[in-house]
């Protein structure tokens, strides 16, 4: 199995187990840092906030359920965290989340001859996100979103 294989199977498994107990899964990361191979799992709740007590329990939770499916065949460290205030936001829910709120795009295409904006986002709907910007709405496609965060004031 290829690494983006390997990806998408972790993210099903994990993201399946994180649905039962009613949390999202806002992103996982695989990397190898020296010789250690590490997964980084970001855990919210759909309306936001998790305890480090709950990140704990997830990362035993996690751990015992990753060692079951034999997926990495290798030692890894896992870590188990919030995404914290100023969390990427990926998925058309991490938008919704964040309606009425100011959040920083880079895109990966020009929308309006630009590829980077902030300004308050106004709705999420068929798959763009509506931000007002200088008096104007503008449809940003999810499909061409980069990158983007909320902006914590």
């Given at each position: 199995?290829?690494?983006?294989?390997?990806?998408?199977?972790?993210k099903d498994i994990i993201g399946d187990y994180l649905k039962i107990?009613?949390?999202?899964?806002?992103?996982?990361?695989?990397?190898?840092?020296?010789?250690?191979?590490?997964?980084?799992?970001?855990?919210?709740?759909?309306?936001?906030?998790?305890?480090?007590d709950e990140c704990f329990g997830l990362n035993?939770?996690?751990?015992?359920?990753?060692?079951?499916?034999?997926?990495?065949?290798?030692?890894?460290?896992?870590?188990?965290?919030?995404?914290?205030?100023?969390?990427?936001?990926?998925?058309?829910?991490?938008?919704?989340?964040?309606?009425?709120?100011?959040?920083?795009?880079?895109?990966?295409?020009?929308?309006?001859?630009?590829?980077?904006?902030?300004?308050?986002?106004?709705?999420?709907?068929?798959?763009?996100?509506?931000?007002?910007?200088?008096?104007?709405?503008?449809?940003?496609?999810?499909?061409?979103?980069?990158?983007?965060?909320?902006?914590?004031?």
């Open positions: 199995m290829d690494r983006q294989e390997i990806i998408a199977e972790l107990q009613r949390l999202d899964l806002v992103d996982l990361i695989l990397r190898h840092e020296g010789r250690d191979l590490i997964v980084r799992i970001l855990v919210d709740r759909p309306e936001g906030g998790i305890t480090l035993v939770q996690i751990s015992n359920l990753l060692d079951e499916k034999d997926i990495l065949q290798t030692r890894y460290i896992l870590e188990v965290a919030s995404p914290g205030l100023d969390r990427p936001l990926k998925t058309k829910n991490d938008f919704s989340r964040c309606v009425d709120k100011k959040a920083r795009f880079f895109l990966n295409e020009p929308v309006n001859g630009k590829i980077e904006f902030e300004g308050v986002i106004n709705k999420v709907e068929n798959d763009s996100v509506y931000i007002g910007n200088n008096n104007e709405i503008i449809e940003i496609p999810l499909t061409k979103i980069n990158k983007a965060k909320q902006v914590i004031e």
